[in-house]
């Protein structure tokens, strides 16, 4: 008799200084470091071969944007404006995890936006139960799924049930659709449930269970990019550089820690954890947006803003609907990382969106007010090509 093969070993985590700007306590990365890989392409380039369906968008990696001084200031100005408004809103997503999990959740947050605000709902955590949670940070693709080696991890260290995986907001959704179906198939493929639900700051979406605001408003850590995110890159999932031990990669920019804001921006954010009021915010947001303690259910998502993209690409005679990105954390993730065509504005909502405005400007593309908009702005890519491709 023939003894079954023994499992490959799992990859080890990352953890800063060596990998990141964030401590070894904050998060572990369950990422492979690409060190110097050469990956960064033009965004034409890019856009191009990803609408064609030629590659992946994870295959390659945007040129890292480098503010001007005009952006980083408005980018210090909306966290003076929303640190506030942003710890409750941590606030509550971090009590309803706690509810969800039992008050032991295992945090997962998706890289790279959903990395501060896991950060930061581990510190709510700490500070307001003295709970040292667990918290790690994995990829997700958007065509590939979620990294099966880092749920192998998780499954190999964790209850599966005790995970929460986090994000930082909802566009149409396309992301907790990709979480959802990923781990329905890892149940069948290795036979470990993990829960499905996703939990996120805000949800303008309305496409999962768990948020804290459902207010399509600045997360300023949307403004910038590996400089807000412990200096790391998106996620890649390149079969040249990710072996199928490997968990998928993201490169480390070292070479930017003079522009590094990254601690300084949850600094700002825990600042006002015990400021007046923000307890009784926090309580109130819970009632409004958790429910489940006194009814035994969670309000059903409606998906109301899968629906309104559906609405705008029939509208502008877009064949694509991964080229619509709703939301004012998508809306300026097109215009630092993507090729934009124009940019919807809510009559109304300029004076919230002065750093989607100023890049809109800065890269010459229109920008169009609609008055009946659901979101605060809307990003559209332009539609270089005929192909699908696959696009987040």
């Known amino acids: 008799m023939t003894s079954a093969t023994p499992a490959p070993p799992l990859p080890v985590p990352l953890t800063g200084p060596a990998f990141g700007s964030y401590s070894a306590d904050d998060v572990v990365w369950l990422l492979k470091d690409l060190g110097d890989a050469r990956l960064e392409a033009p965004a034409a380039e890019r856009e191009q071969s990803i609408q064609s369906g030629k590659t992946n968008y994870a295959e390659t990696l945007p040129v890292e944007y480098v503010p001007s001084p005009e952006y980083q200031q408005l980018y210090e100005e909306a966290l003076l404006r929303s640190a506030r408004r942003l710890a409750v809103a941590v606030g509550v997503v971090t009590e309803l995890v706690l509810e969800a999990r039992d008050g032991q959740p295992v945090l997962v947050s998706l890289a790279r936006a959903g990395t501060p605000i896991g950060i930061l709902i581990k510190r709510w955590a700490a500070r307001m139960h003295g709970a040292d949670l667990p918290h790690y940070t994995m990829s997700i693709v958007r065509g590939v799924g979620l990294d099966q080696n880092a749920l192998r991890y998780l499954r190999a260290h964790h209850n599966p049930a005790q995970v929460m995986?986090?994000?930082?907001?909802?566009?149409?959704?396309?992301?907790?659709?990709?979480?959802?179906?990923?781990?329905?198939?890892?149940?069948?493929?290795?036979?470990?449930?993990?829960?499905?639900?996703?939990?996120?700051?805000?949800?303008?979406?309305?496409?999962?269970?768990?948020?804290?605001?459902?207010?399509?408003?600045?997360?300023p850590s949307a403004c910038l990019n590996s400089t807000v995110s412990g200096l790391v890159s998106r996620t890649v999932f390149n079969r040249e550089l990710i072996g199928e031990n490997d968990f998928h990669g993201a490169k480390f920019y070292d070479g930017l820690r003079d522009n590094d804001v990254s601690d300084a921006f949850l600094d700002a954010v825990c600042a006002e954890f015990g400021?007046?009021?923000?307890?009784?915010?926090?309580?109130?947001?819970?009632?409004?947006?958790?429910?489940?303690?006194?009814?035994?259910?969670?309000?059903?998502?409606?998906?109301?803003?899968?629906?309104?993209?559906?609405?705008?690409?029939?509208?502008?005679?877009?064949?694509?609907?991964?080229?619509?990105?709703?939301?004012?954390?998508?809306?300026?993730?097109?215009?630092?990382?993507?090729?934009?065509?124009?940019?919807?504005?809510?009559?109304?909502?300029?004076?919230?969106?002065?750093?989607?405005?100023?890049?809109?400007?800065?890269?010459?593309?229109?920008?169009?007010?609609?008055?009946?908009?659901?979101?605060?702005?809307?990003?559209?890519?332009?539609?270089?090509?005929?192909?699908?491709?696959?696009?987040?």
């Open 165 to 219: 995986f986090l994000d930082g907001w909802t566009g149409k959704g396309a992301i907790a659709r990709e979480l959802s179906a990923a781990l329905e198939l890892f149940a069948v493929t290795d036979g470990a449930t993990f829960g499905t639900e996703l939990a996120v700051l805000a949800d303008p979406g309305h496409c999962v269970e768990i948020y804290g605001t459902r207010d399509d408003f600045l997360i």
């Open 275 to 392: 400021a007046a009021g923000v307890a009784e915010e926090v309580a109130a947001g819970v009632r409004a947006a958790g429910g489940y303690a006194a009814t035994g259910e969670r309000p059903t998502p409606s998906w109301a803003g899968w629906a309104a993209v559906e609405q705008i690409s029939a509208r502008y005679g877009i064949d694509n609907i991964n080229l619509v990105k709703p939301g004012v954390g998508e809306t300026t993730r097109v215009l630092l990382r993507r090729v934009p065509w124009k940019v919807l504005v809510r009559s109304g909502a300029q004076n919230d969106i002065a750093h989607v405005l100023l890049l809109a400007a800065q890269r010459g593309v229109p920008v169009e007010e609609v008055a009946d908009l659901p979101y605060s702005c809307v990003g559209l890519i332009n539609p270089l090509a005929s192909g699908t491709g696959a696009d987040l």
